[in-house]
């Protein structure tokens, strides 16, 4: 087992708390940007979640990983609906990693000769 997340995230939300009880205000947007992003109930909050995953997987978030992976299950989500939201995030990895690469190859390119 790589980690214990249910301990993880239990310990991380522990710290956050603690962190909320001195910055109130910075959790309070926090909370105010996270709940509106799903106020328009165009999406289910399922899809939020998995969402919330693929972008958790791009963050390197582990926190994010532990509270959304909880979130998506208790909203209905699957191991395979969860692994094809992972894929999307790895397929943009790549992406992400292929586009910078260009950026590379473009920037050697604009070198001045010597």
Same mark, same amino acid.
């Given at each position: 087992?790589? +980690? $214990?997340?249910n301990?993880y995230?239990?310990?991380l939300? /522990? ?6 009880t +001195?910055?109130? $205000? ?6 105010t940007? /996270? ?5 328009? #109930?165009?999406? /289910?909050?399922?899809? =939020? ?5 693929? @972008? !958790? @997987?791009?963050?390197?978030c $582990?926190?994010?990983i !532990?509270? =959304?992976?909880k979130?998506?299950?208790e909203? #209905? !989500?699957?191991?395979?609906?969860i692994?094809?939201?992972? #894929? @999307? !995030? ?13 950026? @590379?190859i /473009?920037t050697? +390119? +604009?070198?001045?000769?010597e």
């Amino acid at each position: 087992m790589m +980690q $214990d997340w249910n301990t993880y995230r239990e310990s991380l939300l /522990e710290r956050v708390g603690d962190y909320a009880t +001195q910055t109130p $205000d910075v959790m309070r947007g926090l909370m105010t940007i /996270e709940n509106a992003a799903g106020k328009t #109930g165009y999406l /289910e909050p399922k899809m =939020h979640e998995l969402i919330a995953l693929a @972008v !958790a @997987v791009t963050t390197r978030c $582990d926190g994010c990983i !532990a509270v =959304h992976t909880k979130k998506a299950a208790e909203a #209905g !989500a699957t191991l395979g609906e969860i692994s094809e939201a992972l #894929g @999307v !995030a790895i397929a943009l990895n790549a992406g992400a990693a292929l586009t910078y690469s260009a950026r @590379v190859i /473009e920037t050697y +390119q +604009q070198l001045p000769n010597e």
